[in-house]
């Protein structure tokens, strides 16, 4: 196989492009993918305070890398989970990447912080962990990112990810969550900007970009992954793929193109607690975290 752009001996092949790449178009590749997605979904520019949520992994690293190639300016947030073993070593893959480059990092730890650790917060609320992490990431980033004075929080979310995460939705018929789910979530009161620009990016190739970018990440998998249901779908979506390549992307972008989705708009309120906004009295993340921190 020979490098479409330069007919040297390729390093990848990206099936669903029909085309290879050797090492340097291959990374020139994914930058141009993120740097058009950036674009197409008027994400931020160059004049935006951005932080990224990173976790260790391939995806979040590799796309903090490209946008460091390509100029942003761009903080990292990581979330201390307590998860033994796990995230101390995830820990330290980031702090190493960003001594490496010199980008800023700033490192919260939701028992220092918050009262609690997720293996905590799943036994005392009998949810799975996933889920109780999930909720805690998406609230602890969204806070921090406001109380930093960042304009738009970017996540590390790939194109498996989010066709996984909209087929669930779609089996399901969650018109709800799909009314919710975008690559470019604009800001309310309360809420920031949300930005996934590596939605045109399929996970084995922020793996690759990762690998031979010379990115060191955390490779094992989180020992509470067994709960995870967007992973389940990731290996249905991912059997489609193998079958008709191409069909991940035709799926997630098709439904980009939707206008959008008729649910009812979900009233919204402040909790009661922290203030930020929930369509309950009191919103889901405070409920966890009395739960999880009842003595
Ligand atoms: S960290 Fe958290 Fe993941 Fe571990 S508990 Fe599940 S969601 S698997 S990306
Ligand atoms: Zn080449
Ligand atoms: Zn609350």
């Not at 196989?1 to 994914?30: L, S, T, Y």
């Not at 990292?76 to 995230?87: M, N």
């Not at 604009?186 to 990016?201: A, E």
């Not at 060191?216 to 290996?235: F, H, I």
Request: charge should be neutral; proline fraction near 3%; hydrophobic fraction near 35%.
């Amino acid at each position: 196989m020979r490098c479409r752009v330069c007919r040297e001996r390729a390093a990848v092949e990206v099936r669903r492009h029909n085309a290879a790449f050797c090492r340097v178009h291959f990374i020139d590749h994914v930058v141009r993918q993120v740097e058009r997605t950036i674009h197409d979904f008027d994400m931020f520019d160059r004049s935006d305070r951005l932080v990224i949520g990173v976790s260790g992994g391939k995806d979040s690293l590799a796309l903090w890398d490209v946008l460091h190639r390509l100029g942003y300016r761009c903080e990292g947030i990581y979330l201390e989970l307590g998860i033994d073993g796990y995230s101390t070593e995830s820990r330290e893959y980031i702090e190493r990447f960003a001594k490496e480059r010199d980008l800023i990092l700033r490192v919260v730890d939701l028992h220092d912080e918050y009262g609690f650790t997720i293996p905590q917060a799943a036994e005392s609320t009998r949810r799975n962990p996933c889920s109780a992490c999930g909720l805690s990431k998406r609230y602890i980033l969204n806070e921090e990112a406001l109380k930093g004075g960042y304009d738009t929080l970017v996540m590390g979310h790939n194109l498996d990810d989010e066709a996984a995460t909209l087929f669930s939705n779609v089996l399901n018929w969650n018109i709800e969550y799909l009314a919710r789910q975008g690559a470019a979530l604009p800001g309310s009161d309360g809420l920031i900007k949300k930005v996934k620009p590596l939605v045109r990016v399929a996970e084995r190739e922020t793996a690759a970009y990762a690998v031979l970018s010379g990115i060191d990440y955390e490779v094992d998998e989180c020992p509470l992954v067994g709960g995870n249901t967007v992973n389940r779908m990731k290996e249905w979506m991912a059997l489609l793929e193998h079958r008709s390549p191409g069909v991940t992307r035709r799926f997630l972008g098709g439904f980009y193109n939707v206008d959008s989705f008729h649910a009812p708009a979900a009233v919204l309120r402040s909790c009661e607690s922290c203030g930020r906004p929930t369509t309950g009295t009191t919103c889901a993340f405070c409920r966890l975290q009395e739960r999880a921190t009842r003595q």
